[in-house]
């Protein structure tokens, strides 16, 4: 039989098992814009902006922007932007409707419409994920990368853009032009002082344009940093079939989520604002300790797993949580390497936080996998293992389950798993990893090839010896002896 589709239309046949919202749908304003209508935003920021207009009878509406794909769109716009999110508890899972989301707009087919909708006066925030990549900044320097294609050409032609910043800009732009006031930017991606790099590329990118709006933005706009964390999957077909299976409706927009979220942003607003808090958010002075613990504890060992995972044939995290070699390996990671680098957060012990790590890391119901992780690991790196080092080696200490995990992508980014399978990898920089290994005649020129991309080590770790040397051990051990013996030697 097949199933009806989710809609307006169709709610009166959804499955009971839904929490449909408790608040009227009529009375939303397109007061937000989210640029990066992915997975991530529809189980985190739009289920905060959800529960806030049930806690606080709000408005707040939300206008989807996708920059590139239209695949977001003709996920959400056949079903009048509603969708569910699955919250996938061991065995236990809950469905929630979501209805916040008003309107998709495909930019690369409507880019009038999408920058009406970014300026238009209502919208007081704009929430961003852009994914590492999106912010055109180079990472050692924090340069706007002018010779980026889009950055180029929206240089040329900034009241027709297409990439975010330029987006973002042009809005700001109309905005400035009308004496009106900025709307707040709000970076949600996994970045150390992601508004922080957020402004640095309008403000560098506004400046090549016309001085005296830099010169407003600067004055007059705010880019709080945030520390985002939810476990967000991919959604699978399979995923898409169970959920029409119990909620009685196909829901092609579904996505699927861990129990635990947290939001921190940082205390500044260019506007007003939905009161996020009453949905949990964390509203502070300075999220630069949330953002280092989250970005090293969370994401850093997600990485290594990735890595040391996907190469070790596990297709999903929690397989390799339950690994004899690499789970204690991981746990070691952590507590031994990461942990001494990090400074709690206010009220929050690390022991427990790592503790809780792991427990999140092991949910067999998400099948989180591997590969998804491995992506961008060129933009992923620095912030997520390579910073840590750097604090290792100024503090003395050694950091061999780091550079394993640093070898790890190495031998994942050439492309060939340790059998000589072939990988898909997916990067920004995936033609130069192929370059690299095609030129390479053995670990030591392999090594050798990667560390000097300048982009993921930096000037300091390209020209390194002691780390050169400590990540050449790792990596030789696990050409020869496997991701997995090379992390048993270290646990
Ligand atoms: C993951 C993150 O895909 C990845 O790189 O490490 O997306 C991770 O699931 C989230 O940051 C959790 O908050």
Same mark, same amino acid.
């Given at each position: 039989?097949t199933?009806?589709? +989710?809609?307006s239309?169709?709610?009166? $046949?959804l499955?009971?098992?839904?929490?449909?919202?408790?608040?009227d749908?009529?009375?939303?304003?397109?007061?937000?814009?989210?640029?990066?209508v992915?997975?991530?935003?529809?189980?985190?920021?739009a289920?905060?902006?959800?529960e806030?207009?049930?806690? $606080?009878?709000?408005?707040?509406?939300?206008?989807?922007?996708?920059?590139?794909s239209?695949?977001?769109?003709?996920?959400l716009?056949?079903?009048?932007?509603?969708?569910?999110v699955?919250?996938?508890?061991?065995?236990?899972?809950?469905y929630?409707?979501?209805?916040?989301?008003?309107r998709?707009?495909t930019?690369?087919?409507?880019?009038?419409?999408?920058l009406?909708?970014?300026?238009?006066p209502?919208?007081?925030?704009?929430?961003?994920?852009?994914? #590492?990549?999106?912010?055109?900044?180079?990472?050692?320097?924090?340069?706007?990368?002018? $010779?980026?294609?889009?950055?180029?050409?929206?240089?040329?032609?900034?009241?027709?853009?297409?990439?975010?910043i330029g987006?973002?800009?042009?809005?700001?732009?109309?905005?400035?032009?009308?004496?009106?006031?900025?709307?707040?930017?709000?970076?949600?991606d996994?970045l150390?002082?992601?508004?922080?790099?957020?402004? #640095?590329a309008?403000?560098?990118?506004?400046?090549r344009?016309?001085?005296? *709006?830099?010169?407003?933005?600067?004055?007059?706009?705010?880019?709080?940093?945030?520390?985002?964390?939810r476990?967000?999957?991919?959604?699978?077909?399979?995923?898409? /079939? #169970?959920?029409?299976?119990a909620?009685?409706?196909?829901?092609?927009?579904?996505?699927?989520?861990?129990? *635990?979220?947290q939001?921190?942003?940082?205390?500044k607003?260019?506007?007003d604002?939905?009161?996020?808090?009453?949905?949990?958010?964390?509203?502070?002075?300075d999220?630069?300790? *949330?953002? /280092?613990?989250k970005?090293?504890? !969370? @994401?850093?060992p997600?990485?290594?797993?990735?890595?040391?995972?996907?190469?070790?044939?596990?297709?999903?995290?929690?397989?390799?949580?339950d690994?004899?070699?690499?789970?204690?390996?991981?746990?070691?990671?952590m507590?031994?390497?990461?942990?001494?680098?990090?400074?709690?957060?206010?009220?929050v012990?690390?022991?427990?936080?790592? #503790?809780?790590?792991?427990?999140r *890391?092991? @949910?067999?119901a998400l099948?989180?996998?591997?590969?998804?992780?491995?992506?961008d690991?060129?933009?992923?790196?620095?912030?997520?293992?390579?910073?840590?080092?750097r604090?290792?080696?100024?503090?003395?200490?050694?950091?061999?389950?780091?550079a394993?995990?640093?070898a790890?992508w190495?031998?994942?980014?050439?492309?060939?798993?340790?059998?000589?399978?072939?990988?898909?990898?997916r990067?920004?920089?995936?033609?130069?990893?192929?370059?690299?290994?095609?030129?390479?005649?053995?670990?030591d020129?392999? +090594?050798?090839?990667?560390?000097?991309?300048? $982009?993921?080590f930096?000037?300091? !770790?390209?020209?390194?010896?002691?780390f050169?040397?400590?990540?050449?051990?790792?990596?030789?051990?696990?050409?020869?002896?496997?991701?997995?013996?090379?992390?048993?030697?270290?646990?």
């Amino acid at each position: 039989m097949t199933m009806k589709r +989710l809609s307006s239309d169709t709610l009166n $046949e959804l499955s009971y098992i839904v929490k449909t919202p408790g608040y009227d749908r009529a009375a939303l304003r397109p007061r937000l814009v989210h640029l990066g209508v992915g997975a991530f935003h529809r189980a985190h920021q739009a289920v905060y902006t959800e529960e806030t207009n049930e806690r $606080e009878a709000g408005e707040w509406g939300t206008t989807g922007i996708s920059l590139r794909s239209p695949t977001a769109a003709s996920q959400l716009a056949p079903q009048d932007h509603l969708y569910t999110v699955g919250t996938m508890d061991g065995e236990r899972i809950s469905y929630r409707l979501i209805s916040n989301m008003m309107r998709m707009i495909t930019a690369p087919e409507a880019p009038e419409a999408a920058l009406a909708a970014l300026a238009a006066p209502e919208v007081c925030a704009v929430t961003l994920t852009i994914t #590492e990549k999106g912010y055109a900044l180079d990472p050692a320097t924090g340069r706007l990368k002018t $010779e980026d294609p889009d950055i180029a050409a929206d240089l040329q032609t900034p009241e027709a853009p297409r990439s975010a910043i330029g987006y973002l800009a042009a809005a700001l732009r109309i905005r400035y032009a009308a004496s009106a006031l900025p709307f707040t930017i709000i970076s949600c991606d996994n970045l150390p002082s992601n508004g922080a790099r957020v402004r #640095e590329a309008v403000l560098q990118y506004a400046g090549r344009i016309d001085r005296d *709006f830099a010169a407003w933005i600067e004055r007059e706009g705010a880019f709080p940093d945030t520390m985002v964390d939810r476990i967000v999957p991919a959604t699978t077909p399979e995923d898409i /079939t #169970e959920t029409a299976e119990a909620i009685r409706l196909r829901d092609d927009a579904h996505v699927k989520a861990e129990p *635990f979220r947290q939001w921190v942003i940082e205390n500044k607003f260019a506007a007003d604002r939905p009161q996020w808090e009453a949905a949990g958010a964390q509203i502070v002075e300075d999220v630069a300790a *949330f953002e /280092t613990a989250k970005l090293r504890l !969370l @994401n850093g060992p997600h990485s290594a797993i990735a890595y040391l995972g996907y190469l070790s044939g596990y297709d999903y995290v929690h397989q390799v949580m339950d690994d004899v070699d690499l789970s204690p390996f991981i746990t070691l990671l952590m507590d031994e390497e990461i942990l001494p680098t990090v400074t709690p957060p206010a009220g929050v012990s690390l022991p427990s936080y790592t #503790e809780a790590l792991r427990e999140r *890391f092991l @949910n067999s119901a998400l099948r989180h996998r591997t590969w998804q992780i491995a992506m961008d690991g060129s933009q992923k790196l620095p912030q997520r293992l390579l910073d840590t080092i750097r604090d290792r080696q100024k503090m003395g200490l050694p950091y061999d389950r780091l550079a394993l995990a640093v070898a790890a992508w190495i031998a994942y980014a050439r492309g060939r798993t340790i059998h000589g399978e072939k990988i898909d990898v997916r990067d920004p920089l995936s033609a130069r990893f192929a370059e690299i290994a095609s030129a390479s005649s053995g670990v030591d020129s392999l +090594l050798q090839g990667f560390l000097s991309l300048g $982009e993921v080590f930096g000037d300091d !770790l390209s020209r390194d010896l002691g780390f050169a040397g400590t990540v050449l051990t790792q990596l030789q051990r696990l050409m020869t002896d496997g991701p997995q013996a090379a992390a048993g030697a270290l646990s």
